[in-house]
Each structure stands twice: as C-alpha cells, then as structure tokens.
C-alpha cells in the first residue's frame, strides 16, 4: 500500500507564504504523475498545480506567478511554494498521487488534506 502525508499548512496573512510537503511512502515503485487539489467551501475540489506523467507542469490560472511545484524524486516527495497569498487561496490543500507499487499494480492515492487559511 502507498500513504501520501501532508504538512505545511496554517494560518498565514495575506502577503504571506507557506510551503506545503507530501511525502510518499509505502510500497512503491514508481511515482507517476503527482499534484496538489484545493477545495474551499462550497466549491468543487480543482487542481493548482501538477506533475505530468512526462514531467510538465500544470497550474490553475489563479495560481500562475504565485505557486511552484516541485519535487524531490529521491525522497518520494513533492512541495507546493506559495507566495503572495490572497484570501480566495483560503482551502483544504490534497496531494495526489499515481503510483505504480512494487507488485506493478496502478495506485491513485490522495493524501488526508491540509488546511491553508489566508486572513486579509
């Protein structure tokens, strides 16, 4: 089995900057495409930013400028920079992970979330 566990998350004013980990643990054998989702109240959960499976990086409009993905490979772990954040950033973050285990079966794990408030 494969567990995606986050931190970083907290209270933050607006301006400020927080950077979130997901470590990947468990039996894994390879890390294919990663991300972290958002969710706030009342809104549908949407990805911020994201590792292709051909390593490209994706980011919601909102987010473009302010967030940076990045991962290090030899830790099975993959952070979220935020800088400049605003208030709508406010949201329970999620990594997301496909993996590929040591028994070759194809995983999509969710970490348990991390909740990131930006007070104005």
């Known amino acids: 089995q494969v567990q995606l566990v986050e931190s970083g998350g907290g209270l933050v004013q607006a301006g400020g900057s927080l950077r979130l980990s997901c470590a990947a643990s468990?039996?894994?054998?390879?890390?294919?495409?990663m991300g972290w989702y958002r969710q706030a109240p009342g809104k549908q959960r949407e990805l911020v930013a994201g590792?292709?499976?051909?390593?490209?990086?994706n980011y919601a409009d909102s987010v473009k400028g302010r967030f940076t993905i990045s991962r290090d490979n030899a830790k099975n772990t993959v952070y979220l920079q935020m800088n400049s954040l605003k208030p709508e950033d406010t949201a329970v973050y999620y990594c997301?992970?496909?993996?590929?285990?040591?028994?070759?079966?194809?995983?999509?794990?969710w970490g348990q979330g991390t909740l990131v408030t930006v007070s104005s």
């Open positions: 997301k992970a496909h993996t590929t285990t040591t028994m070759l079966r194809s995983l999509e794990v």
């Open positions: 590792f292709t499976s051909d390593g490209s990086t």
């Open positions: 468990g039996s894994i054998f390879r890390l294919n495409a």
